[in-house]
């Protein structure tokens, strides 16, 4: 089995930073990628920033400028920066790993996520 779990959230005034983090363990050949979603109640789940093996990244446009994602070689550990975030931000933010099973199967595992909560 695989284990993701995020780690950071909390309350944070508008304009504030904020940094996730993310580990992912367990049995598996290795990470190919990785992405942080979130979804704020009512909502549908969306994709916000996404990381490749070898280190491409992309974010979303509602938070390109303000949110970064960065992570460690093998990825099993990726990191959300949050900068001059807003009130809209207010989500829970889920941390997903795409893994290369041992059978070279792909599969994706998700954390329980994390609540990130922005308000004056």
């Known amino acids: 089995q695989v284990l993701v779990e995020e780690f950071g959230g909390g309350l944070v005034q508008p304009g504030g930073s904020l940094r996730l983090s993310c580990s992912t363990s367990?049995?598996?050949?290795?990470?190919?990628?990785m992405y942080w979603y979130r979804q704020s109640p009512g909502k549908e789940r969306e994709l916000v920033a996404g990381i490749t093996s070898t280190g491409r990244t992309n974010v979303t446009d509602a938070v390109k400028g303000r949110f970064g994602i960065s992570g460690d070689t093998a990825k099993n550990m990726v990191y959300l920066q949050m900068n001059n975030l807003k009130p809209e931000d207010t989500a829970v933010y889920y941390c997903c790993a795409e893994v290369v099973g041992l059978e070279y199967l792909a599969m994706r595992y998700w954390g329980k996520g994390t609540l990130v909560t922005v308000s004056s």
């Open positions: 367990g049995r598996y050949f290795s990470i190919n990628d």
